[in-house]
């Protein structure tokens, strides 16, 4: 199982970006997907998932509102809109799988990682 996240970059505060992650070796549209973050010296941590079928979502406190998880099952690709971007957003953003009913929210719960794509946000 591979899944190649993208999209990062650098850009001022206020503004937007959309990651992407691109999954392989699974079957997509039967998993759902996580998003997380791990900002310089702190721990990963949880930002918003979506079920396997879409239309479910959950969101972390600290991004609900001015993020989106959607995904797309004919690209096997999961993406996370992220508006309104904050100093504090900037962090290395994984994608994971697969999102299990359970504790989706803690990052041990997944199996699979993409390499991470770093995110940030000048103020």
């Known amino acids: 199982v591979q899944l190649q996240a993208s999209g990062g970059g650098l850009v001022q505060a206020g503004g937007s970006l959309r990651l992407s992650c691109t999954a392989s070796?699974?079957?997509?549209?039967?998993?759902?997907m996580g998003w997380f973050r791990q900002a310089p010296g702190e721990e990963r941590e949880f930002v918003a998932v979506?079920?396997?079928?879409?239309?479910?979502?959950y969101y972390a406190y600290s991004v609900k509102g001015r993020f989106t998880i959607s995904r797309d099952d004919a690209k096997n690709t999961v993406y996370l809109q992220m508006n309104s971007l904050k100093a504090h957003d900037t962090a290395v953003y994984f994608c994971?799988?697969?999102?299990?009913?359970?504790?989706?929210?803690?990052?041990?719960?997944?199996?699979?990682w993409g390499q991470g794509t770093l995110v940030t946000v000048s103020s």
């Open positions: 070796g699974l079957t997509f549209s039967m998993h759902g």
């Open positions: 994971a799988a697969p999102a299990r009913t359970n504790d989706y929210t803690k990052d041990i719960r997944y199996d699979y």
């Open positions: 979506i079920s396997r079928s879409g239309v479910s979502t």
